[in-house]
């Protein structure tokens, strides 16, 4: 599971190179990778991934718009529409953050063959 958090979190790094801010969302998602890759080798504590999970959800609702109009382009004032993208964004690290705090370490992992 979490290598499959760590691929996401790096094509969403990926997808930023056009952001108004990409150093500061390319930094975001990469932080969350490398977090995910770590879990996998067990080389995390529980203290950094209940930080990042503080951090992101505290991102979250930071960035959260003033005025829900969707993500869709189109569908609103692009400012309102970029900073929802940002919140789920981060609500999405937050929740893998916590999900890696949840459940069994051992499940994590890259099972040796």
Known sequence: MAVLGGI????????????PDPAL?????LAA???????????VGRVL???ACIAYAIGAVYFWPERWEGIAIGGGDIRNIEEARESLGLALC????LAYLL???????VKPL
Do not use: K
């Open 8 to 19: 996401c979190f790096i094509v969403f790094a990926s997808l930023q190179y056009n952001d």
């Open 25 to 29: 969302w390319i930094a975001t998602y």
């Open 33 to 43: 990778a490398v977090i995910s890759f770590l879990v996998v080798f067990a080389r």
């Open 49 to 51: 991934l209940l930080i």
């Open 94 to 97: 937050s929740l893998a953050m």
């Open 103 to 109: 459940l069994d370490r051992s499940s994590l992992r």
